[in-house]
């Protein structure tokens, strides 16, 4: 029997439309599963999305590492004791572990956490986070420049009176439009150049906490406030192909063995792994994603159930018509194809909408958010996936097949005979 049948394609929608409220309800069973579906992976996308913009564009190949007290005494040393990371241990760092690939050095300044503002330019004061960094840290943490440029190594080779503000700081101590870029302001009493502005990618407390904040020279901070040669904490990469947990631990051993530190001591050095934390979350939404599709199909299966007892109820009732197909020469493959593309048809063309309309939900619910403004610090951008789009319609037809083959088998199995004496 051919597909592309004229005859056999009347006779199909014939079927169908002798009781359109059963074939309705039939319908609806498929196309609320494919539409369940898809909205469902569609917001988890988006809560996907949410997170994943929560860390900007930051290395997920990276570490921070700083110092804490010891608790276990070593070499003479009692425990309690603080200590702090020196240049010279930059320098180890980069001579020894060749897996490193970035490595910026960063320090934090005294400042208005104590109360009081810490800047000042003519009227204006603000009380802000200042930091001493270099080019490198940018690259692990990027982001992005309104207007200037970053700290490059001239400014850490020269310590240069330079620094770059976030967004915030802008807004607070320049009117809107003026260019900051060559302006000054009075940092704690010593005078700085302003060469850039940034706006952080980061969401929630980061992208504040970075925005407000102050970079300059990481040479000059040191110099500026007295601290030496003292580094507050660093911000490591790994290279391609290294695990930054392999290197997380080669760097704290190698600091331990320089700082006279037990090497049992795993309260000694403080850190934080974002490619631990990346994996984690990246685990999470894969597991996310596995349930919505287990939701999905159950529902799914459900409504192709009810398909295929719908068409062991159409074999019942055609089954005199079934019979004479028989008699006048039909094959067991021709009765087989015709229910099975019956079901087919049926299943692809609710599923067709529920997809449909699935998209549509989630592409309105994406521009709704984009015109309202509204936060998306949670939820951003849902969307589907074209492969899972082509996915879903794979298990339609195939859902469809299934759903007619039971019925197919029971047409196969009349008698031509039995059949024509059936009422």
């Given at each position: 029997m051919k597909i592309i049948d004229i005859d056999k394609w009347k006779e199909i929608l014939s079927v169908l439309k002798k009781n359109k409220l059963r074939t309705f309800f039939t319908a609806f069973g498929v196309f609320w599963g494919i539409f369940m579906l898809i909205i469902m992976m569609g917001s988890g996308k988006g809560l996907e999305n949410g997170a994943m913009q929560g860390m900007g564009d930051m290395a997920t190949n990276s570490f921070f590492m700083w110092t804490q007290r010891t608790t276990i005494p070593y070499k003479g040393f009692p425990r309690g004791r603080f200590y702090n990371f020196r240049n010279t241990d930059t320098e180890a760092l980069k001579k020894n572990i060749q897996e490193i690939d970035l490595i910026a050095p960063r320090l934090r300044a005294w400042g208005y956490r104590g109360g009081g503002s810490n800047v000042i330019r003519g009227e204006r004061s603000g009380a802000f986070d200042i930091y001493g960094d270099t080019p490198d840290f940018n690259k692990i943490n990027p982001m992005t420049m309104v207007q200037g440029r970053f700290l490059n190594m001239i400014d850490i080779n020269e310590k240069r009176k330079v620094t770059v503000i976030g967004e915030r700081v802008f807004e607070e101590m320049f009117s809107a439009d003026e260019n900051p870029v060559g302006e000054y302001l009075k940092i704690q009493g010593v005078y700085f150049k302003?060469?850039?502005?940034?706006?952080?990618?980061?969401?929630?407390?980061?992208?504040?906490?970075?925005?407000?904040?102050?970079?300059?020279?990481?040479?000059?901070?040191?110099?500026?406030?007295?601290?030496?040669?003292?580094?507050?904490?660093?911000?490591?990469?790994?290279?391609?192909?290294?695990?930054?947990?392999?290197?997380?631990?080669?760097?704290?051993?190698?600091?331990?063995e320089r700082h006279n530190i037990h090497p049992d001591d795993e309260r000694a050095i403080g850190s934080w792994n974002m490619e631990e934390q990346f994996g984690k979350m990246a685990g999470l939404f894969a597991g996310i994603r596995g349930l919505i599709w287990i939701v999905g199909i159950g529902t799914l299966f459900a409504g192709v159930v009810g398909v295929s007892n719908i068409m062991l109820i159409v074999v019942r009732e055609r089954t005199k018509e079934i019979g004479i197909q028989r008699a006048i020469g039909a094959t067991p493959a021709n009765v087989i194809t015709q229910i099975i593309i019956e079901s087919v048809f049926l299943t692809t063309i609710a599923g067709y909408f529920g997809l449909v309309i699935g998209v549509g939900i989630v592409e309105g619910m994406n521009y709704m958010l984009q015109m309202s403004g509204a936060n998306t610090e949670m939820f951003n951008n849902p969307e589907i996936d074209f492969n899972i789009a082509m996915t879903a319609i794979l298990i339609l037809i195939v859902s469809g097949a299934l759903a007619g083959l039971i019925p197919a088998k029971r047409a196969v199995n009349i008698r031509p005979i039995e059949a024509l004496r059936n009422e």
């Open positions: 302003v060469v850039g502005v940034v706006r952080s990618k980061q969401s929630g407390q980061m992208s504040e906490r970075d925005n407000r904040s102050i970079f300059m020279p990481f040479t000059t901070l040191q110099k500026t406030y007295n601290y030496g040669d003292v580094v507050g904490w660093y911000s490591i990469t790994a290279v391609p192909g290294a695990k930054a947990s392999d290197v997380e631990e080669m760097a704290k051993s190698l600091m331990k």
